[in-house]
């Protein structure tokens, strides 16, 4: 027979049970809250590398343009066309500030320096990167200074060859190593979660579902971040690229399709910074976007492409439609009354895909010399190349 426990003993075994459970709660809650700290934190990392990379991405391409913005400019400038000497010293001046912010760090939206993994493309060997652009920028600065034949020749022959290849390689290699180190930290999120899940049991029910909800919010984040323009919601530089390269390559193939590209620059754009100041002036930018948006058709690629340059993709329209599209929003931009805003006209060149085109860089060349021609013949107005 067995002997029942009294009251006082059931009461103390009844406690000693309440606080071993209870002390497994807690060691529970706190693994939890350790594991879902560390989870968070490593997503705002990814978060946070995430957009250093696209930045560092993005201002890496633009190297690339700038490139061939003061090769051109620099061929405007030596035919005697004195109206190019400003906009080459500017590209002049940012490239010199891309490739700076590149390898230090601390300007133009990029965190860290250059990592050690592409030290070597840009300072070892005979053909590094640094070395290259800043001979490039040093017959640039000699060229625009005092017309020095000899480094207009240098312009000239490394911007449609070894420049530009470099300048391809080292965004190759930065996407590159963007990937492996977003892929690290991947499989580093992957074993936290997986001990999370572990530790969780019941509390995943709770805790799961907002943190998948979450994942997926970054993950929306992240590729909004890597697509489009921070101040004006635009699409940026490297999606437009993306998007006009897949439409030509597709337009090129029975049946043939029209394309055509405009290039848009907003007029004296550099008074307004100076004159009502540059909080003023990304108002004005912002301005413009929400009027090209509301009088762009849809399917058109619409994306800021520099400072106060805009470009669009018009897959299947042809020349002459082209250019009505482009009347049609100069004119609303120049007739727009944004209310405590200073009034603002824009420039457009327009240029349709050739028969005998097969390269993206040949339909912008040509749209960028339109919109040239249009700066040149007085602004506010459209030039069809």
Do not use: W
């Not at 240098?154 to 977003?182: K, N, P």
């Not at 979660?193 to 992240?222: H, K």
């Not at 240029?351 to 005998?356: F, H, K, N, S, Y």
Request: net charge positive; aromatic share 4%; charged share 25%.
């Amino acid at each position: 027979m067995g002997f029942s426990r009294s009251p006082v003993r059931r009461a103390q075994v009844d406690g000693r049970l309440a606080r071993r459970m209870t002390l497994a709660d807690a060691f529970g809650l706190l693994v939890t809250g350790l594991l879902t700290t560390a989870v968070h934190l490593l997503l705002d990392r990814v978060i946070l590398d995430q957009r250093d990379s696209a930045t560092i991405i993005n201002v890496a391409g633009r190297q690339r343009m700038l490139s061939q913005r003061i090769a051109l400019l620099s061929n405007h400038l030596k035919n005697g066309d004195e109206m190019s000497r400003e906009p080459l010293h500017q590209s002049i001046a940012l490239m010199a500030r891309s490739h700076a912010a590149l390898i230090d760090g601390n300007d133009l939206g990029i965190i860290h320096p250059l990592p050690k993994e592409m030290r070597g493309y840009y300072f070892e060997g005979p053909n590094a990167l640094d070395p290259a652009v800043r001979s490039y920028i040093a017959a640039a600065r000699e060229f625009t200074a005092n017309g020095s034949p000899e480094a207009y020749g240098e312009i000239q022959g490394t911007a449609r060859e070894s420049i530009l290849q470099a300048l391809d390689g080292a965004v190759t290699l930065f996407e590159r190593q963007a990937t492996r180190h977003i892929e690290q930290l991947r499989r580093v999120q992957k074993a936290l979660l997986g001990g999370l899940l572990l530790a969780l049991v019941l509390e995943a029910l709770l805790i799961f579902r907002p943190l998948v909800r979450n994942v997926g919010e970054y993950s929306a984040r992240l590729g909004d971040l890597a697509a489009h323009d921070g101040l004006t919601g635009l699409f940026n530089r490297r999606y437009f690229m993306d998007m006009a390269q897949g439409t030509l390559a597709a337009a090129r193939h029975p049946p043939r399709r029209a394309v055509s590209i405009l290039m848009i620059d907003l007029d004296l754009f550099k008074r307004v910074n100076d004159t009502y100041g540059h909080s003023t002036g990304d108002r004005v930018l912002q301005q413009f976007a929400e009027v090209a948006r509301k009088h762009l058709r849809e399917g058109t690629v619409l994306a800021r492409i520099g400072g106060e340059e805009f470009a669009v993709l018009l897959p299947d329209t042809n020349r002459t439609d082209a250019e009505i599209i482009a009347q049609r929003l100069r004119h609303a931009v120049a007739t727009s009354t944004p209310q405590g805003l200073p009034a603002v006209t824009v420039s457009v060149g327009v240029a349709t895909l050739r028969p005998e085109e097969t390269l993206l860089d040949e339909l912008l060349g040509r749209a960028d010399h339109a919109l040239y021609q249009a700066k040149m013949q007085g602004r506010n107005r459209v030039c069809v190349d």
